[in-house]
């Protein structure tokens, strides 16, 4: 199995929250990739590494990021032996790719034919999160189909519907239907979907002919890995595995009260993750 972190985005709320703080406290993150942010004990991303490196559910970790950081995520890189950073040649927000070219620029420059595990670069998960028993309800749908994928999903609050992707599942939590951000009237579901998926290898081909389909829309269109998810929902199984909550790093509040958690309420630190 290989995992790719999607961090090719450029943190741009973040950095205008940084800039318009006026208190100077974070002026030392100023044009700092949003993975690498220190949080805790660690960058972001290392948690995602240490993590993977030491369950070994994967062998190999690609990330996936931007001309603009790739010197420092090339720095970073060099204490991990399993890491392969991959330039996608951008050094504007106007001029990205989005996630889901990113993603198919990862499986074709290192040609893989493996299960892929996706993870947004500026996510996190509370203490109940386990790679180990994500990967073992990965490998129980794969039986029951092999053509299966697994996401995560949590509950969220009624007013929170219209931020994230919700996703509609049947009794065996199977998704149905992924709704994008949508009103309380439009879905009685509260199964939010964060950027951390397991993909089959089955479903690798398929990014090509998404992109194929989608080549003259907007980026909007391409841009957030959920436009592909929600496509392959209506092409293949999709499954889930229910977790208590996740820390999304997109602006200054956000990444303070994720630095504020791992600083002050992680309990087992040693096994976060794993």
């Known amino acids: 199995m290989k995992a790719v972190i999607l961090a090719a985005g450029y943190g741009t709320r973040l950095q205008r ?53 790739h010197e420092a995520f090339q720095q970073w890189a060099q204490e991990f032996s399993n890491v392969k950073i991959i330039n996608d040649g951008t050094r504007r927000n106007e001029d990205r790719h989005g996630a889901v070219a990113c993603l198919q620029l990862t499986v074709k420059l290192c040609a893989v034919d493996d299960h892929l595990l996706v993870i947004g670069g500026d996510t996190l998960f509370k203490e ?13 749908v794969q039986n029951k189909d092999k053509e299966s994928n697994l996401v995560l999903s949590y509950q969220c609050k009624d007013e929170e519907t219209s931020k994230y992707g919700i996703l ?38 398929l990014l090509d002919i998404f992109l194929n389909e989608k080549k003259n829309s907007p980026i909007e269109e391409r841009d957030a890995p959920g436009t592909f998810l929600s496509w392959l929902i209506l092409r293949r199984p999709v499954y ?35």
């Not at 239907?177 to 081909?205: D, G, H, Q, W």
């Not at 820390?247 to 504020?260: A, R, T």
Request: charged share 25%.
């Open 17 to 69: 929250d940084i800039e318009n703080d006026t208190t100077g406290k974070f002026k030392h993150l100023g044009g700092i990739a949003k993975p690498l942010l220190s949080v805790g004990p660690c960058a972001l991303i290392s948690h995602w590494v240490q993590a993977l490196t030491k369950t070994g559910c994967v062998d190999t970790v690609y990330v996936v990021t931007n001309d603009l950081y």
């Open 128 to 140: 109940d999160f386990s790679l180990r028993k994500f990967t073992e309800r990965f490998f129980e």
């Open 240 to 274: 889930v595995h229910r977790i208590s909550g996740r820390f999304d790093v997109g602006n200054l509040p956000s990444y303070i009260e994720c630095d504020k958690y791992f600083k002050d309420q992680l309990q087992n630190p040693s096994v976060y993750l794993m």
């Open 168 to 205: 509609e599942l049947d009794e065996d939590l199977k998704v149905q239907c992924m709704k994008e951000k949508p009103l309380l009237s439009e879905t009685s579901s509260r199964s939010a979907c964060p950027c951390f998926y397991l993909f089959s290898r089955t479903s690798l081909p």
